[in-house]
């Protein structure tokens, strides 16, 4: 078994040599599995198989989270065109 300065040694070769962020580590690639999985309509239990954890219950944040950007992404259609309170409003994304 490979110690924990050698995975991440692997890692950072693996990640460096397909061209992702200096700042990607194993848990940011984990949890952007299970947020894409949930949003693609994966239950929990297959994304709790996909992802390694040892309970249903953290899967479940994932499609929680899916189920909330959802109602979001159904209540800015029904708002689209009128005017928001600029307090309620979200500041415009910075482009990189």
Do not use: C
């Amino acid at each position: 078994m490979a110690t924990k300065f050698a995975r991440r040694s692997i890692f950072r070769r693996v990640a460096d040599r397909a061209g992702l962020p200096r700042s990607i580590t194993p848990h940011t690639l984990r949890h952007t599995m299970a947020s894409n999985a949930a949003h693609a309509g994966l239950d929990a239990a297959t994304i709790q198989g996909l992802g390694g954890w040892k309970t249903r219950a953290m899967a479940e944040r994932y499609t929680h989270a899916a189920r909330l950007a959802t109602a979001m992404e159904a209540v800015q259609s029904r708002l689209q065109g009128r005017t928001i309170a600029p307090e309620l409003q979200r500041p415009p994304e910075k482009r990189t």
